[in-house]
């Protein structure tokens, strides 16, 4: 059976006439999801095409995930869902509650007939670089979040320049990218300074920074910060073994250390604010409510998402830095 026909004189582009051709064999039935294409060469005899044509017309369902190559052996049909127009690869570090904001906002603001592909590459190098090998040319777009993962931008090199988007961190080596990103080292110096007043009622900043994690910007911004308004100021990994001490202010980075240090001061008998003061990063509506309200200095997530959809849906080149400001709870 027939399964590509191609006219002369259409007005239709020929790869086009194939794209639709297996569009339809796959609605009426004819090809079905795992069935092999007739091949690239089989076509273009078939139809008098030149072979770029063809491939052309194969590389454009292959993005948009209706067929798959296997080397050696040929392509076939990966989904029966032809109306999938877009096909996007989302590529995080990895996933919590404000990253969920981040998605759930980005998908609800795509619109219809775009599919979304998550990944997580954990701050893993190699996973990063095996997530993108692996997925070169199946996408019409590449959301990239490189973390601070150093040389990305010599992996992402390997992807169609004009597909892809940097998200939430960047770097200089990343600037011929479009991207929405945020301001590390500027967020908090000027979420800090808003609070200004409160923190001088303390004793000693100390900054809890997992390097291996944690953006350099924030690390930077903090310091300047303390050397600028002569604060006495620590900066740890971790605080294991750390006794915390009346008159102590903490900016926490993540979650799991903010839970931890809230458990160790009601071990030590101490009070919120009171005793040691919490910076959080990242808002969330848990930090809203735990412990009367943990302050915060946060990025506005769900907007992050609603820009980036927009960005990709007009093909806009921008390169966007995302608002950022400080939330003044309870907790200091």
Same mark, same amino acid.
């Given at each position: 059976?027939?399964?590509?026909?191609?006219?002369?004189?259409?007005?239709? @582009?020929?790869?086009?006439?194939?794209?639709?051709?297996? #569009?339809?064999?796959?609605?009426? %039935?004819?090809?079905?999801?795992?069935?092999?294409?007739?091949?690239?060469?089989?076509?273009?005899?078939?139809?008098?095409?030149?072979?770029?044509?063809?491939?052309?017309?194969?590389?454009?369902?292959?993005?948009? %995930?209706?067929?798959?190559?296997?080397?050696?052996?040929?392509?076939?049909?990966?989904?029966?869902?032809?109306?999938?127009?877009?096909?996007?690869?989302?590529?995080?570090? #990895?996933?919590?509650?404000?990253?969920?904001?981040?998605?759930?906002?980005?998908?609800?603001?795509?619109?219809?007939?775009?599919?979304?592909?998550?990944?997580?590459?954990?701050?893993?190098?190699?996973?990063?670089?095996?997530?993108?090998?692996?997925?070169?040319?199946?996408?019409?777009?590449?959301?990239?979040? @490189?973390?601070?993962?150093?040389?990305?931008?010599?992996?992402?090199?390997?992807?169609?320049?004009?597909?892809?988007?940097?998200?939430?961190?960047?770097?200089?080596?990343? /600037?011929?990218? @479009?991207?929405?990103?945020?301001?590390?080292?500027?967020?908090?110096?000027?979420?800090?300074?808003?609070?200004?007043?409160?923190?001088?009622?303390? /004793?000693?900043?100390?900054?809890?920074?997992?390097?291996?994690?944690?953006? #350099?910007?924030?690390?930077?911004?903090? /310091?300047?910060?303390?050397?600028?308004?002569?604060?006495?100021?620590?900066?740890?990994?971790?605080?294991?073994?750390?006794?915390?001490?009346?008159?102590?202010?903490?900016?926490?980075?993540?979650?799991?250390?903010?839970?931890?240090?809230?458990?160790?001061?009601? #071990?030590?008998?101490?009070?919120?604010?009171?005793?040691?003061?919490?910076?959080?990063?990242?808002?969330?509506?848990?930090?809203?409510?735990?412990?009367?309200?943990?302050?915060?200095?946060?990025?506005?997530?769900?907007?992050? %998402?609603?820009?980036?959809?927009?960005?990709?849906?007009?093909?806009?080149?921008?390169?966007?830095?995302? @608002?950022?400001?400080?939330?003044?709870?309870?907790?200091?």
């Amino acid at each position: 059976m027939r399964i590509v026909a191609v006219k002369e004189k259409s007005g239709i @582009p020929k790869y086009k006439q194939i794209v639709a051709s297996i #569009e339809a064999a796959i609605l009426d %039935g004819t090809l079905k999801k795992g069935d092999r294409l007739p091949s690239l060469n089989h076509i273009k005899n078939q139809n008098s095409l030149s072979r770029d044509t063809v491939l052309t017309a194969f590389n454009e369902l292959k993005t948009r %995930g209706i067929i798959h190559s296997i080397v050696g052996k040929g392509y076939y049909v990966n989904s029966e869902d032809v109306e999938v127009n877009q096909k996007i690869f989302l590529l995080f570090d #990895e996933f919590n509650s404000f990253k969920e904001d981040l998605y759930n906002s980005f998908l609800s603001n795509l619109g219809e007939n775009i599919q979304v592909d998550i990944f997580f590459h954990h701050f893993n190098p190699e996973m990063f670089s095996k997530l993108i090998n692996d997925n070169v040319g199946d996408y019409t777009t590449y959301v990239i979040m @490189p973390a601070n993962l150093k040389d990305t931008s010599q992996i992402i090199e390997r992807l169609p320049k004009e597909k892809v988007y940097i998200l939430d961190q960047t770097n200089p080596d990343l /600037k011929e990218y @479009p991207s929405i990103f945020q301001n590390f080292k500027k967020d908090i110096y000027q979420g800090l300074e808003t609070a200004l007043r409160q923190i001088k009622t303390y /004793k000693k900043m100390v900054l809890l920074y997992p390097a291996a994690r944690q953006p #350099e910007g924030i690390l930077s911004g903090f /310091k300047l910060f303390c050397e600028h308004h002569a604060l006495d100021y620590d900066v740890i990994d971790n605080f294991t073994n750390r006794e915390l001490t009346r008159g102590e202010l903490y900016i926490v980075l993540d979650d799991k250390n903010l839970i931890r240090i809230i458990k160790r001061i009601k #071990e030590q008998g101490l009070s919120i604010a009171k005793d040691i003061g919490l910076i959080s990063y990242n808002d969330t509506l848990l930090k809203e409510i735990v412990e009367g309200g943990i302050t915060t200095i946060s990025t506005d997530f769900n907007l992050m %998402g609603q820009r980036l959809a927009q960005m990709i849906l007009n093909k806009e080149f921008a390169q966007v830095e995302n @608002p950022n400001r400080l939330i003044i709870r309870k907790s200091i």
